[in-house]
């Protein structure tokens, strides 16, 4: 049994629907059907992948083929748990492709009574398949969201794109929080096991999506939130280059504010000492041997999701060289500048008010934020004083707030703030950046769909599109309850999918002679994009003014991710 976290944020809703979706499925896994038996089997499709034969079926009322639960590759333990992943395991007999329900280990704290299986092992790959009998289609690998800390592959689908058109889609687990990105600079916790394990994955799909129908090299690797993050730090990577054509990012990039650690080590020192860890040596390898003696259910104890710099603690990190592959092996600010990024079409874009995110803290928050603002100031800006912060926060909070106090007055002056600090800056600072590096294809947009059925924000009689809100459009119906969907959100749908589509087989979101507005690539300064709502309007630069404020901050202020430094050589234990 998994309790799952309670969200702060949007997410939740669909999460929440999502795992009760799961509650049903669980009961009708275990009474209405049955796979082995032949009972009440349903249509099976046998494929044969490097590790042995796989048997998908079509669940109830389905047209798609599902394979769920296939080890991808293998999540070491012991003392090597917190490496890279280690090989897949192979078989000869057909391997039942049915369990949908392994999660990896994560913070542990809302419980809907539903069987989730919470595992160590827990890296495996679900694909949907169209009943068609087409080769070479094109494939989606969809990557979670959840901060890094939560989540797993199933958590958003999108069997209704599926079903509209001819594509495979792969999602997945990957390994969270510290279990996937303690990063030490040791030999044993090098660090980014969490992104390791979606490089392993993503060769796996190059390696076996042939045998479900799907081209190998007509691969889109697209995400929400931490997996939009993802996504676009695989372009960043050099772990990555050849194993994916196109990519969709949806609200995060690799410039956000919680994508990498700035001081990793830093990281794990608190977060240790958040768990009673006590030895004051400050020796590396006595911190090391806490994190490897920690149970699981030690390591996930604390939520982290909630930190006012907007930080998650455990995400990705730069790694030290030490002789094997590095997923990230500089500060992603620093590749981009260089050009060494992967140059790929992107569909890049953020919801209006991502900044809804932190809605429901406000009422804690407000009155923080009047006493002290600059504990608010995103984590990784650094200054050389108290002062400096201080007047740095007074600069930002005026900015924002002008004179007023933060307030039921100017909540959505805080939205703002936090759309940007951890969501629309980092996008666009990215999409610059990489179109300066001599990538032109990057269609940018900004979804502001709102449905008649959103709540209100408080304190107001204005509805905004919240945090992930375009990917709950393109997605399965977990956001909204389908039977009470408005015309206009079905109509929206139609249209995302289509954009979202016509963009996995082409590469760009709008076909030439389609009947929807033209859609050009964007410049380095954030325009033209693509307003998406209930009308689709092409505009200038997006939020240009907020962009050059923070953009001058950041200038000055950011503080560059590093490596951890190279630790002591180990002293040898004398017999």
Request: hydrophobic letters at 40%.
């Amino acid at each position: 049994m998994i309790m799952f976290l309670l969200f702060m944020d949007p997410l939740h809703n669909f999460i929440v629907r999502e795992l009760r979706t799961i509650q049903k499925d669980v009961k009708w896994f275990i009474h209405d059907f049955t796979y082995t038996d032949g009972a009440q089997a349903n249509e099976a499709r046998l494929v044969n992948i490097a590790q042995g034969p796989v048997r998908g079926y079509k669940e109830q009322n389905d047209t798609l083929f599902a394979f769920y639960g296939i080890p991808y590759a293998t999540a070491p333990t012991g003392d090597d748990k917190f490496k890279a992943p280690l090989p897949p395991p192979q078989w000869t007999e057909p391997f039942e492709a049915v369990n949908k329900y392994v999660v990896c280990p994560q913070i542990v704290y809302m419980s809907l009574g539903i069987d989730l299986i919470q595992q160590e092992d827990c890296l495996i790959a679900n694909i949907y398949v169209p009943d068609t009998e087409e080769k070479n289609l094109p494939v989606v690998v969809h990557v979670h969201g959840g901060a890094y800390q939560v989540g797993y592959g199933n958590l958003m689908t999108a069997k209704q794109l599926i079903k509209d058109k001819n594509i495979i889609i792969v999602n997945f687990n990957y390994r969270l929080g510290a279990h996937g990105f303690l990063c030490l600079g040791t030999e044993d916790v090098p660090g980014n096991a969490g992104m390791k394990d979606q490089v392993a994955l993503f060769r796996w799909v190059k390696e076996n999506i042939a045998s479900f129908g799907g081209n190998p090299d007509d691969v889109t690797i697209n995400g929400f939130s931490a997996g939009s993050s993802s996504v676009d730090l695989h372009l960043v990577s050099p772990m990555t280059k050849g194993l994916f054509n196109k990519v969709i990012p949806e609200s995060g990039a690799s410039l956000s504010v919680f994508s990498v650690q700035t001081d990793p080590v830093e990281n794990a020192w608190k977060y240790a000492k958040m768990l009673n860890y006590t030895n004051e040596n400050n020796d590396i390898y006595d911190l090391e041997f806490f994190y490897k003696s920690a149970s699981y259910e030690t390591l996930t104890s604390i939520n982290i999701l909630n930190e006012p710099d907007s930080t998650f603690y455990f995400v990705p990190c730069v790694e030290r060289e030490q002789g094997e592959e590095r997923f990230l092996d500089d500060a992603p600010l620093k590749i981009l500048k260089s050009g060494r990024n992967h140059k790929l079409p992107m569909l890049f874009g953020f919801a209006e008010m991502e900044g809804l995110f932190r809605v429901p803290l406000f009422e804690t928050w407000f009155s923080k934020m009047n006493e002290n603002f600059a504990d608010f100031l995103p984590g990784d800006l650094k200054f050389s004083n108290l002062k400096e912060k201080e007047e740095v926060a007074q600069r930002i909070k005026e900015f924002y707030f002008g004179k007023k106090p933060v307030s039921k007055e100017t909540i959505f002056r805080y939205i703002d703030y936090f759309t940007d600090v951890i969501f629309a800056y980092g996008t666009l600072k990215s999409v610059q950046l990489q179109v300066e590096s001599g990538n032109k294809d990057i269609y940018l947009y900004e979804y502001s769909f709102v449905d008649d059925n959103v709540p209100l924000v408080p304190h107001t009689f204005v509805r905004g599109a919240n945090h992930c809100a375009q990917s709950m459009a393109v997605g399965d119906g977990f956001f909204l309850n389908a039977e009470t969907e408005t015309i206009d959100f079905i109509n929206m749908k139609q249209v995302m999918r289509k954009l979202w589509y016509n963009f996995i087989t082409t590469g760009k979101p709008v076909a030439e002679g389609s009947d929807l507005p033209t859609w050009p690539p964007t410049d380095a300064n954030g325009g033209p994009h693509m307003s998406l709502d209930k009308t689709m309007k092409l505009r200038g630069p997006l939020i240009q003014q907020r962009f050059l404020f923070w953009d001058a901050i950041y200038d000055k202020y950011y503080a560059m991710p590093t490596a951890p430094a190279p630790p002591r050589p180990k002293t040898k234990t004398k017999l």
